[in-house]
């Protein structure tokens, strides 16, 4: 590690990251999964924690091919925040999927495409990916 690594390393804070896919099919609806360990909003988009030498769009990948058997391009990012955790960000991309939804992992209950009035109450930085990643799409007129 160069010197000047170690020496901010001790004084600068670390933070976890953590990325989250908004894809969407063809009929507009967004993917959404039930997770085992968020409640109270246990429904949201999915993703996962980003690990060391990855890169999120890497990390997004891997996580969307573990918990769901799913391949994904990922696109863009749509939104960078901190979902609400200190020392932590999370970065939303828009992704297209490569193929179905597989078999769940054991950290998902379930998964199922939501639009409008049909979506759950979700993690505020879920909420806002979303919307952020729908508004972007309707400005551009982008098609999946």
Same mark, same amino acid.
């Given at each position: 590690?160069?010197?000047?690594?170690?020496?901010?390393?001790?004084?600068?804070?670390?933070?976890?990251?953590?990325?989250?896919?908004?894809?969407?099919?063809?009929?507009?609806?967004?993917?959404?999964? @039930?997770?085992?360990?968020?409640?109270?909003? %246990?429904?949201? $988009?999915?993703?996962? /924690?980003?690990?060391?030498?990855?890169? #999120?769009?890497?990390?997004?990948?891997?996580?969307?091919?573990?918990?769901?058997?799913?391949?994904?391009?990922?696109?863009?990012?749509?939104?960078?925040?901190?979902?609400?955790?200190?020392?932590?960000?999370?970065?939303?991309?828009?992704?297209?999927? @490569?193929?179905?939804?597989?078999?769940?992992? %054991?950290?998902? $209950?379930?998964?199922? /495409?939501?639009?409008?009035?049909?979506? #759950?109450?979700?993690?505020?930085?879920?909420?806002?990916?979303?919307?952020?990643?729908?508004?972007?799409?309707?400005?551009?007129?982008?098609?999946?």
């Amino acid at each position: 590690m160069p010197l000047g690594m170690r020496l901010l390393r001790p004084t600068h804070a670390r933070f976890t990251a953590g990325v989250v896919g908004v894809v969407q099919n063809e009929a507009g609806a967004v993917l959404l999964v @039930e997770h085992v360990f968020h409640a109270p909003d %246990a429904w949201g $988009l999915p993703g996962g /924690w980003i690990d060391r030498h990855e890169t #999120p769009q890497e990390a997004l990948k891997r996580e969307m091919r573990e918990e769901l058997g799913l391949e994904v391009t990922v696109l863009e990012p749509v939104l960078v925040g901190h979902g609400g955790l200190s020392a932590h960000i999370d970065i939303a991309f828009w992704c297209r999927a @490569e193929n179905e939804v597989g078999r769940l992992s %054991a950290e998902l $209950l379930d998964h199922r /495409w939501a639009a409008g009035s049909d979506l #759950p109450p979700m993690p505020p930085f879920h909420q806002a990916a979303v919307s952020a990643a729908l508004s972007r799409r309707l400005c551009e007129g982008t098609d999946i």
